[in-house]
């Protein structure tokens, strides 16, 4: 697996997600989990991402252990802040309601502050058995970006020049804060999420990135699914909700261009993003090792140049589908 240098780190083309390892909308088992590292190891993927938020703290654990015996040199791992997990009695008996299958026995509580940063990445340290992060990203700061600027930014500056962190920025939905965080603020790298895919481009926030030396790691490459079979599903959601037709018939005529050159429109997807040189890194999700190889199949697959023209005239401009 090639990897990209972006300062002191080397990031896989391809790196693991984690939200699936948290029991993203099913349940998985601790073997399963560990089978879907294991593959993405055997893969040569070497960048791997998490987050508390993703099982309140299960997929971390799980990404933990199943790294443990990996030589710790030998791969880069992200995780991100701006949630808390705290006990929540109350909740026994009940399901998480924020979509992974766990145990809603321990909440989520928003906290961008100095001291709730630093809390954060002591407690994701101590679940994944680390003694230092990669990279920590503030996790979908929009709605508190006052004080995720003001205290959380800085906190996280604070523990990359004491060693406990190598890299950070912030993971987001959206890109025109990502595009003010790298223009006026000291970040390394930034996650930009479900918003530079074949459907929708972030040009300004991936240029502003490559003029300030901010490297971004795409995220959502398959707009919540449309992009990830060969045609979509007539039922198909799109940022939380049912697609509709106009969009859906978009997708559509890129399913056309992508026939015609004798691509999926998965495949195209995934290589979308790497056409731009800000991109470091595109992370994919998995539950299961065969997810895996199909991902690192795809990846594999050459493209023809021609595809890349038709794909254009096959997306007319509209204006940035923003945010889920």
Known sequence: MKARTHGALALTELGLGGAQLGNLYRAISDETAAATV?????????????APHYGVGLAERRLGRALAERPRDDYVLSTKVGRLLVDDPAGAGRRDAEGFDVPASTRRVWDFSRDGVRRSVEESLTRLGLDRI??????????????????????LVELR??????????????????????????????MCAGRHTLLEQADELLDAALAHGVGVVAAGVYNSGLLARPRPAADAHYNYAPAPSELLARVHALADACEAHGVSLPEAALAFPFRHPAV????????????????????????????WTDLALAR???EALEGP
């Open 280 to 307: 470091v890194s595109v992370v994919v999700g998995a539950a299961a090792p065969g997810q895996v190889a199909d991902a690192v199949d795809r990846h594999r697959r050459t493209i023809p140049d021609d595809l």
């Open 161 to 190: 020049e004491e060693g406990v962190l190598g890299a950070v920025g912030a993971g987001m939905n959206f890109a025109a804060p990502l595009t003010e965080l790298v223009r006026e603020h000291d970040v390394d790298l930034v």
């Open 134 to 155: 990669d990279v920590a990203f503030l996790h979908d700061p929009e709605d508190h970006w006052e004080q995720a600027l003001a205290e959380g930014l800085p906190a």
């Open 316 to 318: 007319p401009a509209t």
């Open 38 to 50: 294991a593959a993405a190891w055997d893969a040569g993927i070497r960048y791997f991402d998490t």
